[in-house]
């Protein structure tokens, strides 16, 4: 049972470059989320999917945009990418359903723009 | 922004001491979680809480809600190396699932 896989676990992109990351859970769990972690201000929600077919913003959307592939499936995309996005990113899923809402998460993505 | 506030932000320990890690919201909260962050890895969900005034233990840990619902703390006793980390609270609200700062822990042998 992997849980929550996230590809890939390290990049680095020059300034402008675009880059999707990609994450999948065998969990059958119903919401999955993207954060970024930076030093001293712990885990920023960027968006999140509470079901299949639908998204919303979370705390920090700006520069990023997110598809619900299917069920399993979330990706994470920096269309130009700034010096600010370097950070590591975070994916998670949640069965969500009652008071079910422990998240699992990945191991992380380590992004460095330069 | 963020929630909850947790504080403080650096707690060094000495091992074998006890220490407490507060999160605190200014609204009533339906739930409260909490996970843990070692050194280069991805946070893992200990506890959540439902309850007002609620109390669970697990081994060394001691996770309370508050009475009125606005804070949580956490509580670890005669603190080992292993308890190195960072310690989240998350609040869960409408599917949406947000932390708090976060609690780094560092422990002095």
């Known amino acids: 049972n992997a849980g929550v896989t996230q590809t890939p676990k390290f990049q680095v992109l020059k300034t402008g470059q675009s880059m999707t990351l990609q994450c999948a859970q065998d969990?059958?769990?119903?919401?999955m989320y993207w954060y970024r972690q930076d030093p001293g201000m712990g885990l920023r929600l960027i968006y999140y999917s509470a079901s299949e077919g639908t998204t919303d913003k979370g705390e920090v959307p700006n520069g990023y945009n997110v598809s619900r592939l299917n069920k399993r499936e979330f990706s994470l995309r920096l269309e130009s990418a700034a010096p600010s996005q370097t950070s590591v990113y975070f994916c998670?899923?949640?069965?969500?359903?009652?008071?079910?809402?422990?998240?699992?998460f990945g191991q992380g993505t380590r992004l460095t723009v330069v | 922004g963020q929630q909850v506030m947790q504080i403080p932000q650096y707690q060094h320990v000495q091992e074998g001491e006890d220490f407490t890690t507060y999160c605190n919201s200014s609204?009533?909260?339906?739930?409260i979680q909490w996970y843990k962050q070692r050194p280069g890895g991805h946070p893992v969900f200990l506890i959540q809480l439902v309850k007002s005034g609620e109390v669970k233990k697990q081994k060394r840990l001691t996770f309370q809600f508050g009475e009125a619902k606005k804070n949580s703390s956490l509580h670890i006793t005669a603190t080992q190396t292993t308890d190195v980390g960072t310690y989240f609270c998350a609040v869960s609200n409408d599917y949406k699932l947000s932390f708090g700062a976060g609690t780094t822990v560092t422990v002095r042998a």
């Open positions: 998670a899923s949640s069965e969500a359903v009652g008071l079910n809402t422990e998240a699992f």
């Open positions: 969990m059958n769990h119903n919401s």
């Open positions: 609204t009533t909260l339906s739930n």
